[in-house]
């Protein structure tokens, strides 16, 4: 199993439980730093790669140093993370790390892990979707999201949701639990930009929790100062 596979399952692991502990039987539990310990791992997993296959025609072979030092190169200039490796000498990443300077790489970040979020949101809102009222309007939908889901994945709740009434809702986290323990001392936009990355698993996530009620959406986050974070959810018209 590669290690984009081993990420997914684990993923996909998390998303059969209940993000805060415990399942609706309260007999499986997860320690609350899971997942935030997954989605450092999650981002520099999926980034590392994604800059692998990119690369996968230059990999190095032991004992071709001059070839190592032309890919160490070419990787410097395409803004790619730097490899480390582990005792047997395979590349490995830990923790927050910061974001590569290259848009193209991101970007296929950004689909693998805004896809992977949206699989953990459709299996979540099928297993704690309220058994005893069928949710239909939108804005219900949403409140599910802003009061249950977040309380399952961070241990509380949206703190502010606004919308126009016209299929446009925004959602307010003024202490998003995974920015907690970034560090913001390269300053505002700097820190903002390291912390773009994980924010695209829970747009995946509120894209698959609205999608399994039959909703079609398009969600983009920002943050302008860590730990603050808002979410814009757009509902896609069949028209």
């Known amino acids: 199993m590669n290690n984009l596979q081993t990420v997914t399952a684990t993923a996909n692991l998390l998303a059969a439980l209940s993000l805060d502990g415990k399942d609706s039987t309260g007999d499986r539990q997860v320690n609350g730093s899971a997942l935030e310990l997954l989605i450092s791992e999650l981002v520099n997993t999926l980034t590392l790669t994604t800059q692998e296959t990119k690369w996968g025609s230059e990999q190095v072979t032991q004992g071709n140093e001059s070839k190592e030092e032309e890919v160490a190169e070419d990787r410097a200039l395409a803004g790619a993370p730097k490899r480390s490796t582990d005792a047997r000498g395979s590349p490995m990443v830990s923790g927050w790390q910061e974001v590569p300077d290259n848009s193209e790489l991101m970007e296929q970040v950004y689909v693998k892990l805004e896809l992977i979020g949206f699989r953990i949101g459709r299996r979540l809102a099928e297993r704690f979707a309220p058994p005893n009222r069928r949710l239909t309007d939108t804005l219900d939908i949403v409140k599910f999201v802003c009061k249950d889901i977040w309380m399952m994945m961070f241990n509380r709740q949206i703190d ?80």
């Open 160 to 239: 502010n949701l606004k919308t126009n009434h016209r299929g446009i809702y925004v959602l307010q986290d003024n202490k998003f639990k995974w920015f907690l323990r970034m560090s913001g001392n390269n300053g505002g936009a700097a820190a903002a930009r390291r912390a773009q990355p994980y924010i695209w698993l829970p747009c995946g996530i509120i894209r698959g929790v609205l999608d399994s009620f039959g909703v079609s959406t398009v969600v983009i986050a920002e943050t302008l100062g860590l730990p603050q974070c808002t979410f814009q959810i757009k509902v896609v018209s069949d028209a």
